[in-house]
T-cell receptor, first 111, second 118 residues
Framework: GEDVEQSLFLSVREGDSSVINCTYT??????LYWYKQEPGAGLQLLTY?????DMKQDQRLTVLLNKKDKHLSLRIADTQTGDSAIYFC???????????FGKGTKLSVKP | KAGVTQTPRYLIKTRGQQVTLSCSPI?????VSWYQQTPGQGLQFLFE???????NKGNFPGRFSGRQFSNSRSEMNVSTLELGDSALYLC?????????????????FGPGTRLTVL
């Protein structure tokens, strides 16, 4: 069935790079997304990648996609305290066209 | 352009009561999807409305229902509340139905309604 897995926690120091990983099972997914959720807020779309790409860079964010292994990662360069949040990986392979989300990775950035 | 708005932001109810949550999509968006977010289950899809018609429904009991109005605003209703219904309910809107809402035309989320059932 459809499933998206992420590690639950990541802790980094300010200025370091953060890498958040995600694996998914649905090979029919055409788009994969990263959303950010800050405390008390909804989900904010950060970036996305089309399945025929293997890398996408957007300012401090780099998305890598290994379609063969069904592995997606989000790298945040020069991580800041304002990047502390929960990051969700999602794919659009839901049987009803809906997004399927991982459980989220809580990123803590220490000064 | 204003984002997705949800009202109320916080709600406290008791078991057995019913509740109605409201979502106003981004102007021009005709698709509204609802998700339930809990610490244990994460984000789970409830249902989607497009042009006042329910297109898709997730695996939730019939106590969960919704509707969409001609101005694309949507409401979801939960009847006979249970303790396990305590969650953050998120609404997301898109121009196209979810199956065609891809790339930058994907779903955009509101801040959610935090429902606590006592």
């Amino acid at each position: 069935g459809e499933d998206v897995e992420q590690s639950l926690f990541l802790s980094v120091r300010e200025g370091d790079s953060s890498v958040i990983n995600c694996t998914y099972t649905d090979s029919s997914s055409t788009y994969l997304y990263w959303y950010k959720q800050e405390p008390g807020a909804g989900l904010q779309l950060l970036t996305y990648i089309f399945s025929n790409m293997d890398m996408k860079q957007d300012q401090r964010l780099t998305v890598l996609l290994n379609k063969k292994d069904k592995h997606l990662s989000l790298r945040i360069a020069d991580t800041q305290t304002g990047d502390s949040a929960i990051y969700f990986c999602a794919e659009n392979g839901g049987s009803q066209g809906n997004l399927i989300f991982g459980k989220g990775t809580k990123l803590s950035v220490k000064p | 352009k204003a984002g997705v708005t949800q009202t109320p932001r916080y709600l406290i109810k008791t078991r057995g009561q019913q509740v109605t949550l409201s979502c106003s999509p981004i102007s021009g968006h005709r698709s509204v999807s609802w998700y339930q977010q809990t610490p244990g289950q994460g984000l789970q899809f409830l249902f989607e409305y497009f042009s006042e018609t329910q297109r898709n429904k997730g695996n939730f009991p019939g106590r969960f229902s919704g509707r969409q109005f001609s101005n694309s605003r949507s409401e979801m209703n939960v009847s006979t509340l249970e303790l396990g219904d305590s969650a953050l309910y998120l609404c997301a809107s898109s121009l196209q139905p979810s199956g065609r809402a891809v790339g930058t035309d994907t779903q955009y989320f509101g801040p959610g309604t935090r429902l606590t059932v006592l």
